[in-house]
Structure formats: structure tokens, C-alpha cells
């Protein structure tokens, strides 16, 4: 199946937006571990060696994060957008969190398909659920072989999830 071509006559009602998933919570994170570890300098090099520290540690998480999140929300929308463009039903894409992931809940006719991981550049991982089933890749490999992983996903979800449903 070429995932350009629509296999269905359905209509997205999606917006082709895939809202920001900036996560205070892993923010808060960064700052308490930049803060420790800053803090191990202080008899070593006093304040203003563990404050240059705490600047640089948390700065340079906080902009991991920001660059592991846009990784994330970008093979997220990728993904959406060929599987619309295939012609597949997507009625709404909205952000949620679970634990320290940062989520974005892919709402369908047949439910709700949940994209995401964690966002830090240097571990990012991507996660995709379905009905209860996951998988979990390195966010760097589905960027890269992002067709092959739109196509099979959406075998799986939209083709053989419709056939299973309907017996």
C-alpha cells in the first residue's frame, strides 16, 4: 500500500496542529538536578562558581528539553499528516502528560492512539500505544525511517483495526 494514496473516502476533521508539549514538570526536574549537582561546588569554588555551574547545567537541560520536545512534536504531526493524507480518520490531536512523558492523544472514530516519550535530545524516545499495545523506539530512528513507521502504524491501526472491528 502507498501510503500517499487514500485507501478510505473519510474526511479528517483534524486542524494540522499538533499543540506544544513544553513540560513544567520536567523542567522542575532540570532545575532541582542542575541545583544539586551545582550545589557540590560550592566547597570547592563558593558561590559564584556553584551559581556559574547551576546557570550552565540548567540552562543546557532546559534547551535539551525544548529540542527533545520539537523532536517529538514533529514525527508526531508527520505521522498524523500521512495518515490523513492516506486517508485515514483523525478527528483531534491534544497534549496530555503521563508521568515524566510528554503525550499527545491522537483521537479517531476507532480511539484514541497516544504518540509520545521522553523529551530530552540526548535519550528521546518515541512511544506509540494503541488499544493497550505499544512500542518504543528511539526518537532519532523514527525521524529517520519515518515513512516505513507512518505505513506500517497506520496497516496496523487504520486497515487491519477496522477489519478486526467490524467482525
Known sequence: MQLEQPSRGATSTWSGTVPSAVDARVLGLIVVTAALAASINVPY???????AAFVVLASSGVALHLLGERKLRRITDE??????????QVDDVTRSSNGMRTE????TPDGEIVIGGIALVPIARL??????IGDTMAASEAE??????????????????DATQQT
Do not use: C, N, T
Open 104 to 107: 499527545w492523544r491522537v483521537h
Open 79 to 88: 505521522l498524523v499528516e500521512k495518515w490523513v493524507a492516506a486517508g485515514g
Open 45 to 51: 569554588g563558593g558561590l559564584p562558581m556553584a551559581a
Open 127 to 132: 512511544a506509540v500505544e494503541w488499544q493497550g
Open 144 to 161: 529517520a525511517d519515518i515513512d516505513r513507521l507512518a505505513e506500517s502504524l497506520y496497516r496496523e491501526i487504520f486497515e487491519i483495526g
